[in-house]
């Protein structure tokens, strides 16, 4: 069975900080993606960055970067430097690579102050 | 257009009315998705569709019925929907099926009265 979990249901942080959002996963594919999602206010899902579970290094995309710990089964995202724009909500999402399922957490909501 | 669109954004209807989402993709991928997020849930996976064919169908109700016409068009078909079918309806495409890089629309938001 597939599982992935958001603890945070909201999160803070000041302007230009750095904040981590928390993803926890459990499978028993062998194979396996991790992705992180925002999902502004407009209601657009839009895809951030991708972890593969035999991808050797953490993946960056810009002010994103994903801490990930396979024996930890956690893919925590990290967003740098944060933006009012960045003010969303972020979903984790795990992918089968066998059905290409992706079953998604409960998300998060970050917002960012001024 | 690019990417993926979605009409209309918004819809209201009634229990008994009969109405069509649509979902058109610019990104010549092969497989579409249909997704309900309804509020203070996670998105639920409902209609997988792999080079037009359905290859997934996640115990969804018969009063949503998908079609595909080819592999950039996908509709939603509704009829004598439930008030708590209201949710906002996403849809997404992604290479194949087994790619899991999944690209979304907008989404409609829909309201059953």
């Not at chain 2, 257009?1 to 989402?21: D, I």
């Not at chain 2, 639920?44 to 080079?51: G, P």
């Not at chain 2, 109700?61 to 008030?83: I, W």
Request: aromatic share 12%; proline share 5%.
């Amino acid at each position: 069975a597939q599982k992935i979990t958001q603890t945070q249901p909201g999160m803070f942080v000041q302007e230009k900080e750095a904040v981590t959002l928390d993803c926890t996963y459990d499978t028993s594919d062998p194979s396996y993606g991790l992705f992180w999602y925002k999902q502004p206010s407009s209601g657009e899902m839009i895809f951030l960055i991708y972890q593969g579970s035999y991808d050797q290094q953490n993946a960056t995309e810009g002010r994103y970067s994903l801490n990930f710990q396979k024996a930890r089964k956690s893919a925590n995202l990290v967003i740098s430097a944060s933006q009012l724009g960045d003010s969303a909500m972020y979903f984790c999402a795990l992918g089968s690579s066998n059905t290409g399922k992706l079953i998604f957490g409960q998300g998060t909501t970050l917002q960012v102050k001024p | 257009e690019t990417g993926v669109t979605q009409t209309p954004r918004h819809l209201v209807m009634g229990m008994t009315n009969k109405k069509s989402l649509k979902c058109e993709q610019h990104l010549g991928h092969n497989a579409m998705y249909w997704y309900k997020q309804s509020a203070k849930k996670p998105l639920e996976l409902m209609f997988v569709y792999n080079f037009k064919e359905q290859t997934e169908n996640n115990s969804v109700p018969s009063r949503f019925s998908p079609e595909c016409p080819n592999s950039s068009h996908l509709f939603l078909h509704l009829h004598t929907l439930q008030p708590e079918d209201s949710a906002l309806y996403l849809c997404a495409s992604s290479q194949a099926s087994g790619s899991n890089e999944q690209y979304f629309g907008p989404g409609t938001r829909l309201t059953v009265t």
